[in-house]
């Protein structure tokens, strides 16, 4: 069967992680890795034995014409790279989310339609051990009919967890859920309702943002609906997603799957409140077939690559495909915008544009000042900014 020649365009921490995982699969095999630092490209390439090491991604492209390119690089650089890459015709393996906006998310994907391409969008935790378990328990009717959805992100400033950690939440909750019809969302920044002057550069080049608080509710098909909160806490906290039935629940953490269980199910509709009711029951994680416990892939990485694999030889789309990548980017946006404009937004939206520039230029101001990529820095200077001191 078919070997899929893949290369790794940037060979930072998430590009890692996804090489380790092409490389530990029978099935794809690494052909060249890019990148502009010397040292990542080196450390990256001695670690898996790949000598094809580029800082041109156009020569790469031509030397070795992979069937797969994966762009684990900061969002910012996504539309750019992705665009390139198509022009090769080759499939694309891209770091979450899709794009900073609806209407970057909707050229890449028009662009690999022409060519016949398929993108994968790399929400790993939607394949991976821990949700593949809450899928079968709920599939199994063990928690009875899905009534209701919940789930809180990491402490990261609001609006940075939506676009950094909420991309997963969400991606998961469309696996349950199926597509979401409609968003409604509630945000704050230093305790007032946000302002278009609240709305600034996100760190990591993940767009633009708004919101140290976001509280938002999305409505799915059947009356299921979730609410999805997106808090800065002073502290470090699990994501955690728990999907609520007419018989039980199950809770899912997916940070924690070396060290504890990341799946627990509680057989009845409403949490125990003594010692006679049924406790909550570990979930066993559902490993990929193949899948070495030995390797240095993560085992999510490792199922991601063999549903690439899957869909490649199939002819059909990854689980989490450009499609549903391009559905969690109209859904962020769609929260901002109802945070913003403080109504219900319907979906998909018939304005494309990002609606928080939109929303800033409504009240005469221009996109808002630079602010510091990395996290630590852009939390000091969003504190001064704030008055808060560094």
């Not at 060249?32 to 990256?44: G, Q, R, T």
């Not at 028009?110 to 929400?123: C, D, F, L, P």
Request: aromatic share 6%; net charge negative.
């Amino acid at each position: 069967m078919k070997t899929y020649r893949v290369a790794i365009l940037g060979c930072r921490g998430r590009g890692t992680s996804a090489a380790r995982a092409y490389h530990a699969h029978p099935r794809t095999e690494i052909v060249a890795l890019c990148d502009l630092v010397a040292e990542l490209l080196n450390a990256l390439g001695d670690e898996l034995g790949v000598a094809a090491r580029y800082d041109d991604l156009d020569a790469m492209m031509r030397e070795h014409e992979p069937d797969i390119v994966a762009i684990p690089t900061g969002t910012e650089f996504h539309y750019p790279l992705a665009m390139r890459i198509l022009q090769y015709g080759a499939h694309i393996d891209i770091e979450k989310p899709l794009c900073v906006d609806c209407a970057e998310a909707d050229e890449v994907l028009a662009k690999a339609r022409e060519k016949n391409a398929q993108i994968a969008v790399h929400h790993q935790g939607r394949v991976g051990v821990w949700m593949k378990a809450v899928a079968k328990a709920i599939d199994e009717g063990r928690i009875g009919e899905l009534r209701h959805i919940h789930g809180h992100g990491k402490m990261y400033y609001g609006g940075y967890n939506l676009m950094n950690i909420g991309t997963h939440m969400i991606n998961n909750m469309l696996k349950v859920a199926g597509k979401c019809r409609a968003v409604s969302a509630t945000a704050t920044t230093d305790g007032h309702p946000i302002t278009p002057q609240d709305v600034v550069p996100s760190p990591q080049g993940m767009g633009t943002i708004v919101g140290e608080h976001i509280t938002a509710t999305l409505d799915f098909a059947d009356g299921v609906s979730a609410t999805l909160l997106q808090h800065h806490f002073p502290t470090g906290v699990n994501p955690v997603i728990e999907f609520c039935g007419t018989e039980g629940r199950v809770v899912l953490s997916q940070l924690v799957w070396k060290q504890a269980c990341g799946a627990l199910l509680l057989p009845q509709p409403h949490y125990a409140l003594n010692n006679e009711r049924e406790p909550y029951e570990p979930l066993e994680p559902e490993f990929c077939e193949g899948y070495d416990p030995e390797s240095s892939a993560h085992p999510d990485d490792y199922a991601y690559v063999d549903e690439y694999v899957a869909a490649l030889d199939e002819g059909r789309e990854h689980e989490c495909s450009g499609t549903v990548g391009h559905h969690v980017v109209e859904i962020m946006m769609g929260i901002f915008e109802s945070a913003a404009y403080g109504h219900r937004v319907s979906l998909p939206q018939a304005d494309r544009s990002h609606p928080l520039l939109r929303w800033r230029k409504e009240h005469g101001l221009p996109p808002p000042e630079p602010m510091p990529r990395p996290l630590a820095e852009w939390n000091v200077a969003e504190a001064v900014r704030l008055g808060r001191g560094a």
